[in-house]
């Protein structure tokens, strides 16, 4: 083959390798059945719903994980123990949520990236006039379970404005088929603005 041959088939083979590095950090689809039982069960308690009264429902399509700061106590420690260190592993990475959710609101997944175009001048109003009556987006972390899947534990956080907004944990034990929250002894954090 001559040589002005081998340098463009060269520069296409390296570009090509590059190109499939880089879809490797997108995020995968995130697929845990038992994660959208989860945020079915949690949605309804978070602020846009139970306070704004939302129409319908403005979700993160990437999974947004937050500082693990769930302390349990020794007696707490060996039910929820598992679950905080899978959502540990988890949320080492961003995962793609999927149209799984089972609640009584509509919804609609908005990316990252659309959430940095909508706010590229911090535009709450523009925000309001593309997702009106959402109040606000919500973000939510993959979901950390024990080993027979009848405890979670998930980060689920919210933005309504400038300064509004706010997000905790959830522990979630599963009893007769339905999640419930869990009673636990230790200590939690949560943030509010």
Not at 34 to 61: C, D, G
Not at 90 to 116: A, C, M, V
Request: charged share 20%; hydrophobic share 35%.
């Amino acid at each position: 083959m001559p040589l002005h041959f081998i340098s463009p088939l060269i520069s296409f083979l390296l570009l090509y390798q590059s190109s499939a590095v880089s879809t490797d950090n997108q995020p995968k689809p995130y697929e845990e059945a038992e994660a959208y039982e989860v945020y079915s069960a949690i949605l309804p308690t978070e602020w846009p719903w139970r306070v704004a009264n939302a129409k319908s429902l403005v979700i993160q399509s990437e999974t947004k994980g937050y500082e693990m700061c769930l302390l349990p106590e020794a007696e707490s420690e060996e039910i929820i123990g598992p679950a905080i260190s899978e959502y540990v592993k988890l949320n080492e990475k961003t995962w793609l949520l999927q149209e799984r959710l089972n609640i009584e609101k509509p919804y609609k997944f908005i990316t990252s990236d659309g959430l940095k175009i909508v706010f590229e001048h911090g535009d709450w109003e523009k925000f309001g006039k593309q997702y009106p009556g959402s109040g606000g987006w919500i973000e939510l972390s993959a979901v950390g379970f024990n080993a027979d899947k009848t405890v979670a534990v998930v980060y689920m956080g919210h933005h309504c404005g400038g300064l509004c907004g706010g997000g905790g944990f959830h522990v979630l034990q599963k009893k007769d088929g339905k999640w419930a929250p869990l009673t636990w002894k230790g200590s939690s954090c949560s943030w509010e603005s």
